[in-house]
């Protein structure tokens, strides 16, 4: 089964405005982490966000929110204000355990900022 | 603070030659991570160190592949008789402790 689910292979955002990239994940543990990256089309990878699963707030970086909903095990980044340079491929990732080391990674979501 | 410094950005091999690869983590960052994506997809995990000591390879092909962080210098992926169902970008990560992964650009490694 998999264990994070990106639903969306590519998604269209006009520029200024804010968009909703999708992440469902499935764990049994309970604690872990979810992170987002995100891969413009020179490969390099960025972190851009993360959330713990004890964390009460949902973590918010800048343009970047993540909205964490715990029961229903789903982790969706919100960007806010959309920019041409925020075209890229988005990915979601999973640490499981306290003391988890790897990353578990969705398919990914393409995303194009139109002007 | 300089961040995960990879090498060789490309590299090409012919089927049967050996690839390294080379992984310098974030200063002061003592786990190091490595990770491979085939074309259009998402990062597979392959191996996870620590200074001369393999934490956790359940990801890391039974054959041809290796892995290794000394003491001193970078972390080595190093893949034997390279076929073309090598060809993927490997990506190298590091973290100070089992925190947020940094990741590097990337090495892109081409079998012909």
């Known amino acids: 089964a998999q264990k994070i689910t990106q639903t969306q292979p590519g998604m269209f955002v006009q520029e200024k405005e804010a968009v909703t990239l999708d992440c469902t994940y499935d764990t049994s543990d309970q604690s872990y982490g979810l992170f987002w990256y995100k891969q413009p089309s020179s490969g390099e990878m960025i972190f851009l966000i993360y959330q713990g699963s004890y964390d009460e707030q949902n973590a918010t970086e800048g343009r970047y929110s993540l909205n964490f909903q715990k029961a229903r095990k789903s982790a969706n980044l919100v960007i806010s204000a959309s920019q041409l340079g925020d075209s890229a491929m988005y990915f979601c990732?999973?640490?499981?355990?306290?003391?988890?080391?790897?990353?578990?990674f969705g398919e990914g979501t393409q995303l194009t900022v139109n002007p | 603070n300089a961040g995960v410094m990879q090498n060789p950005r490309h590299l090409v091999r012919r089927r049967g030659q050996e690839a390294r690869l080379r992984c310098s983590p974030m200063?002061?960052?003592?786990?190091v991570y490595w990770y491979r994506q085939l074309p259009e997809e998402g990062l597979k995990f392959m191996v996870y160190l620590q200074k001369e000591n393999i934490i956790d390879e359940s990801g890391m092909p039974k054959e041809r592949f290796s892995a290794e962080f000394p003491k001193e210098g970078p972390s080595i992926l190093r893949i034997q008789q390279v076929v073309r169902g090598d060809s993927a970008a490997y990506f190298c990560a590091s973290s100070p402790a089992e925190d947020t992964q940094y990741f590097g650009p990337g090495t892109r490694l081409t079998v012909l």
């Open positions: 200063k002061g960052h003592s786990h």
């Open positions: 990732a999973m640490r499981e355990g306290p003391s988890g080391s790897r990353l578990t």
